[in-house]
């Protein structure tokens, strides 16, 4: 998948010194590689410290603890990225299988399990470009929507209820898992160190909400190691004004909607309303290998506020503190 890069950059600069990453000035092309019969392996954590303060207005009171609530949700997962058909100057398709998943919620406990642990053993396929771009998300949105589905309550007697899920958890890991590179403008002409660029990433809530993050990448350094050249990327994070529209063939653009119709989510998310982001900041960092085409590992952490409604005016609004940690790290491959 490097040689498409590496062709394209050569006419565009007319001096590209090889299709080990290296380009005219000092620039580093940063293409996804993929080898015939390998498959990669990555572990995904995702991990929030939630803080609900019922009554701010009692912060300075000794009975303040007594108005938070504090809960924790954790989820971890494997996939397999497995080469299907590897395109050298096109797309190349990409089969994941999720091999393991695990979830762990300290808030209250749902009746049935997690949707996204009905994960294990299920696959879809992407189509990727030698620059990360996902050129089809087709197979990816129709399990999300899958898991959405899974999400709700057997039987309908009370109405349509959906337990607490960790859906835009799954979602975040792998709709976006090329995005710092993918995101590079005039990828063909590489990338210089202290370059920055922008995009934009989804913001995984305990909530119903849909709500995206505005990213600054920057190519901090690249480090020579025993596995080749890595690229140190970092990022800084800050609430976006609004989010993509729902995905579909015609808007390729857009992103997942897990639910349709009407219905009540079960729980505190499901009691409180009318969420609005207070402040939100975060930054991470990311290593990838420029001589493997591979991404290594990223570390991604953000602290986020948001005002909530509670159904009928009683007093102050509360407000949620949350903590996000997302990881991803390559185990094999």
Same mark, same amino acid.
């Given at each position: ?180 590179? #993918? @995101?590079?403008?005039?990828?063909? =002409?590489?990338?210089?160190? $202290?370059? *920055? ?6 913001? !995984? ?28 990327? #970092? @990022?800084?994070?800050?609430?976006? =004004?609004?989010?993509?529209? $729902?995905? *579909? ?6 992103? !997942? ?77």
């Amino acid at each position: 998948m490097k040689r498409i890069l590496c062709f394209i950059g050569a006419v565009a600069l007319s001096a590209v010194t090889g299709c080990t990453g290296g380009a005219a000035g000092g620039r580093k092309l940063l293409s996804i590689d993929f080898k015939q019969g390998q498959s990669l392996r990555y572990k995904f954590v995702s991990s929030r410290d939630i803080n609900i303060n019922w009554d701010p207005s009692q912060n300075k009171t000794a009975s303040a603890k007594d108005k938070v609530s504090e809960y924790k949700e954790l989820f971890e997962m494997v996939v397999a990225y497995r080469p299907v058909e590897i395109e050298p100057y096109g797309l190349t398709t990409v089969k994941a299988t999720c091999e393991s998943v695990k979830v762990q919620r300290t808030s209250a406990k749902a009746r049935h399990k997690d949707a996204v642990e009905t994960l294990p053993g299920k696959s879809f396929t992407l189509k990727i470009a030698p620059n990360g771009r996902i050129a089809d998300y087709s197979q990816l949105n129709a399990l999300i929507c899958e898991l959405g589905e899974n999400a709700f309550r057997p039987g309908r007697k009370q109405g349509r209820i959906k337990e607490p899920d960790m859906i835009s958890d799954f979602w975040a890991s792998q709709w976006f898992l090329w995005d710092s590179v #993918s @995101s590079i403008p005039n990828a063909a =002409e590489g990338v210089e160190i $202290g370059q *920055s660029w922008t995009s934009r990433l989804l913001i !995984p809530t305990p909530m119903v909400l849909r709500k995206a993050r505005d990213v600054t990448y920057s190519l901090d350094e690249v480090r020579r190691t025993e596995k080749g050249q890595v690229a140190v990327i #970092s @990022s800084k994070y800050s609430v976006s =004004e609004s989010a993509p529209t $729902g995905w *579909s063939e015609s808007t390729p653009d857009g992103w !997942p909607i897990p639910y349709s119709g009407r219905f009540q989510m079960s729980g505190t998310f499901g009691f409180l309303r009318g969420y609005q982001v207070l402040d939100m900041q975060g930054r991470g960092e990311e290593l990838f290998n420029i001589d493997t085409g591979r991404i290594e590992k990223y570390d991604q952490e953000y602290q986020i506020k948001f005002s909530a409604q509670f159904p009928v005016s009683i007093g102050s609004n509360p407000e949620i503190d949350i903590k996000q940690k997302l990881t991803m790290e390559l185990l094999g491959g």
